[in-house]
Nanobody, 115 residues
Framework: QVHLVESGGALVQPGGSLRLSCAAS????????MNWLRQAPGKGLEWVSE????????YYAESVKGRFTISRDNAKNTLHLQMNSLKPEDTARYYC????????RGQGTQVTVSS
């Protein structure tokens, strides 16, 4: 059974940084592309970033390109999202997922960007 557990969310000031992590279990992590999605208050689920199996293809939403970096450690079954230059509009609950639609995702971790 797929199990994804996100962590690392926090309250941070605009311009700050955070590193999110996702611990995966219940499937062969190294066989799947992985994604980060987010959901802001009152809004729908938004795809943020994707990384392929071997971490040599990275994809980002325009809203985060140049500020966020996705990575993975297949030996540790872990997915990361390094978020720099955070803005208030990045405030959301962040999820890791096996697809861009968030069909299989964890419980999420809350990121709040506010002064």
């Amino acid at each position: 059974q797929v199990h994804l557990v996100e962590s690392g969310g926090a309250l941070v000031q605009p311009g700050g940084s955070l590193r999110l992590s996702c611990a995966a279990s219940g499937f062969t992590f190294s066989n799947y592309n992985m994604n980060w999605l987010r959901q802001a208050p009152g809004k729908g689920l938004e795809w943020v970033s994707e990384i392929n199996l071997h971490a040599d293809r990275l994809y980002y939403a325009e809203s985060v390109k140049g500020r966020f970096t996705i990575s993975r450690d297949n030996a540790k079954n872990t997915l990361h999202l390094q978020m720099n230059s955070l803005k208030p509009e990045d405030t959301a609950r962040y999820y890791c997922s096996m697809d861009r639609l968030g069909g299989a995702r964890g419980q999420g971790t809350q990121v709040t960007v506010s002064s």
